[in-house]
């Protein structure tokens, strides 16, 4: 009996998983087909896919938030919000979905570091943007670091490997899975999975080297 049990449970589990996979299909198509209307100057179509993306956005603007240390004067909302209204005056030519948080991660990281600097400038006491950067390639030392530093760190690694650049702006901006970055840059996912490695390490190098 325990068997049977066991058994129509994982055929419950499998069912459950495919009803999922089915639904964020349909979803996905729902997506592009919005986007590539809005491509061809649909207005209504542009304003539909605003419910349909938002929990996306904010849960990765979510994933990114979380890793601010102190407690960030940004929220998540607000962060979807500007970066939907930056999104929304602009037209990519929208392909799919993938494309379209591509474009997105590239908007929040603009919005998170105009933040940063116009806190600075405002030389508040206290207030530096830092994140919790975390080595995972050679340690599991954790430490906080300036978002701003982080951010010419990037440009440092831009100059060295437009790709490898990219790919951080993607996974840790954009929140993107490899398979999603792999679909961005053309590239396969074991190579997304070896290239983050690399950016990971040389950014930890390179944001520690002073210590």
């Known amino acids: 009996m325990a068997a049977l049990h066991a058994s129509g449970s994982a055929l419950c589990e499998r069912k459950a998983q495919g009803y999922a996979a089915r639904v964020k299909t349909r979803s996905a198509a729902v997506v592009t087909a919005l986007l590539q209307a809005w491509s061809r100057g649909d207005v209504a179509a542009r304003n539909q896919l605003f419910p349909l993306v938002y929990a996306e956005l904010r849960r990765r603007a979510s994933g ?19 970066a939907y209204i930056r999104l929304s ?38 207030h530096r943007m830092q994140i919790t950067l975390t080595e995972e390639t050679a340690a599991t030392d954790t430490r906080e670091v300036d978002l701003l530093a982080l951010e010419d760190a990037l440009e440092q690694l831009a100059a060295a490997d437009s790709r490898q650049a990219r790919l951080v702006e993607l996974r840790f901006f954009g929140g993107m899975t490899n ?21 990971k390490a040389w950014l930890y190098q390179s944001l520690t080297s002073g210590d």
């Open 179 to 199: 398979e999603e970055v792999a679909s961005v840059l053309g590239v396969s996912e074991a190579t997304v999975y070896r290239e983050w490695r690399l950016a």
């Open 89 to 126: 005056g602009r037209n990519e030519g929208w392909s799919d979905r993938v494309q379209f948080f591509a474009i997105a991660s590239q908007i929040m990281r603009r919005i998170l570091v105009d933040h940063a600097r116009a806190r600075r400038a405002a030389k508040r006491p206290g």
């Open 64 to 82: 990114y938030l979380r890793r601010e240390r102190p407690a960030h004067t940004l929220q998540p909302t607000a962060l979807v919000h500007e």
